[in-house]
């Protein structure tokens, strides 16, 4: 049963996604958290379906991450990972898709270093594309864990306020994380330095602060981006020291947030930069628990993109 | 009295039969008779029946007007033969009404030297329209050392630009303002113009759109507006300082253009282009992350837009260029930020400024023909009236004609319009060049 929504192909932005959908995703993760729970962690709801990792960019958590969820959701997997330093920049982009689709595959999940990839890949190919993180653009899936997480410590996240704090304007996690944490209703404040803050936030469903302090006690979720250790050469901050003393969640602030305060961050850590070693090992972080939700979020993800529009318990009753 | 076209008789000769013809003059109805490269005869019977030629072209519901130029096209060649030859971007200037271009000297090798000056001369022998090449301000466009520009300037060269990157260093710059202000004498009287694609590559770097709403919600890295901005008007002063003459190309920035404006009124001596899709497009079009949409400078905002056709409109913008700049399909399947930058714009450019443009046609015949050709110094045989005795440079353009754009139907090897599909008034049914038609009823001849 498709449940009323509509049938949706690929996953490029969580723009692709309406609040329906993005509730759909939240309670087939509960499920499928379930089965990865279960000895044998494996359900055969995408049996017979291929899906293709193609990395232009390295990545190891989120590509094991999708690996496990294809494996418990029992697809094949073909990887296609390629090392930026193999790939021929000459090489034309379609070409490597067009013959990858031609080997007879279900979906492409897809990282770049250049924001719009997975859509021009999309639009050249007819089986579903994901965005595993594209550039400087979007990384849908992460912001669907971050969501996913939020939701089992707070509840309801409607009226929520999240602060994300740093690196926004590289940030793929934080143009996704925007969009799905509004989308749910709460209500976000980019907190960094002007010259890590995107250029122009118009359409942006945003408040600003340049000042961490000033918004630490009235936050639900403190958001710490990674920082890029290149942006201090760029010139975008004086140096990491000045960075980390305006934006780094030291001990003094982290005692400075509300109770039930959650503290996020995408992975991986630079400890010392945006976060101080000593405050990761607090109750409220839940860096672990976004990593161990990615598995069941993703398994969402490909279920509902490549599941015929069945439902996770027509699936498990053809099992049986 | 003129004598009547069926008067004069001649081996090899066309009547243009039906026409209003429009040049600097203004307009007037007349059969146009040209021969042996020249313009024979313009009559203004209404009755022209008795015109006789060896053939006659049919000019009924269009205006006859002097031939476009195109301040601004890449013709690729030497060097990217599999994205455009002169042969192919030619027979692309023809279909679109152009019978002289300027091609840019950003070509592997660069011209900037006598031989390839000569090369691309050589190349363009027998082409469907007259190419003129620019040659590079500086060796290899590096912004660096002067090219020979009097050695180039012999060879006919009359304008100079380093375009694809503007001259960053203000001293280099200056010295080749100064150095330029010398060359008429070389040039057969023409004046010697140097060009300058204005990106101040600090500002830019890293940048592959329009920076603001869109390159910050796409991701995409920015090219602010200022970019631009500072270098229009470091080479204002620099043109104040040393009295040289100085093109802007591809203006398109709501700033660039108030400040030639305030340059022109102060006296200076600058001109400036705009491309078609300066004013037909936005960066809203990259929202697919579609590299046809990708281009140097940027498509920018719709308030720059609206700057750009107010200046095409008050005069503060000269001409209408094109910046047509083929790229192979394998090129632009690269993603956004690695794909090389450029679009068509040869066959396009007549009908989008008759469909966008709210001015008369006069006024933008003016804008790609009469006007570009005295930037270039190309007006001996260029944007010419039509009139006896004047070199039989033309084209027949049917006002009324609605199409449909094809990357597909165009001369080019390359496909990369980014209008494809788009509904377009006006079209080029007529093109001659040294009174021979290169094309007829839109088909080109050579």
Known sequence: ?320 | MTPRLAAVPRSGSVAIRGGTVVDSNGSRRADVLVGDGRIIAVDAADDASDVTADRVLDASGCLVAPGLVDLHVHLRQPGREDAETIETGARGAALGGFTAVVAMPNTTPTIDCAAVVREVQDLSDGACCDVYPSAAITLGRRGEELAPMAEMARLGVRMFTDDGAGVQSSRVMRRALEYASGLDHLAGGAAVVLAQHCEVEELSEGGCMHEGEWSSRLGLGGQPAEAEELMVMRDIALARLTGSRVHFQHLSTAGSVAMVRAAKQAGLPVTAEATTHHFTLTDSCCADYDTVFKVHPPLRTEADVAAIRAGLSDGTIDAIATDHAPHTSADKEKPFDSAPPGMLGLETALALALTELDLPAEQILALMSWRPAAIAGIDDRHGRPVAPGEPANLCVIDPAAEWTVSGEDMASPSRNTPYEGRRLKGRVRHTLLDAAPVVIDGEAQR
């Open chain 1, 1 to 320: 049963m498709n449940g009323g929504h509509k049938p949706r192909r690929h996953l490029l932005s969580i723009t692709d996604l309406d609040a329906a959908d993005i509730e759909r995703i939240c309670n087939l993760t509960e499920s499928f958290a379930e089965v990865s729970r279960r000895r044998i962690p494996r359900v055969p709801a995408l049996r017979g379906k291929t899906v293709v990792w193609l990395f232009y960019e390295d990545s190891t958590r989120t590509r094991l991450s999708f690996e496990a969820a294809a494996k418990q959701l029992s697809a094949d997997t073909v990887n296609f990972s390629v090392g930026s330093s193999s790939v021929n920049k000459g090489e034309s982009l379609r070409d490597t898709v067009e013959t990858i689709e031609a080997m007879g595959i279900d979906a492409i999940v897809v990282r770049h270093s250049c924001a719009g990839v997975p859509h021009r890949v999309a639009d050249w190919i007819d089986a579903s594309v994901i965005n595993a993180g594209d550039g400087c653009h979007e990384h849908p899936t992460q912001a669907l864990l971050d969501l996913y997480t939020a939701r089992a410590r707070l509840g309801d996240l409607h009226g929520a306020r999240v602060a994300i704090v740093g690196d926004v304007a590289h940030s793929r996690v934080a143009r996704s994380d925007v969009l799905a944490f509004t989308a749910m209703g709460a209500e976000v404040t980019l907190v960094g330095p002007r010259p890590l803050l995107p250029a122009s936030l118009e359409g942006w469903p945003v408040t600003v602060s340049h000042d961490l302090d000033s918004v630490l006690g009235e936050i639900d979720v403190c958001y710490l981006l990674r920082m890029q250790l290149e942006r201090e050469a760029g010139g975008h901050v004086p140096s990491l020291r000045e960075f980390r003393a305006e934006y780094g969640l030291d001990a003094a602030r982290a005692d400075r947030l509300r109770d039930g305060a959650l503290i996020m961050h995408p992975g991986p850590i630079n400890r010392g930069v945006e976060i101080d070693g000593d405050v990761v090992e607090r109750p409220n972080v839940v860096i672990t628990e976004q990593v161990a939700n990615g598995v069941a979020v993703r398994m969402a993800v490909l279920f509902l993109l490549l599941g015929s529009g069945m439902d996770l318990t027509e699936s498990e009753k053809m099992a049986a």
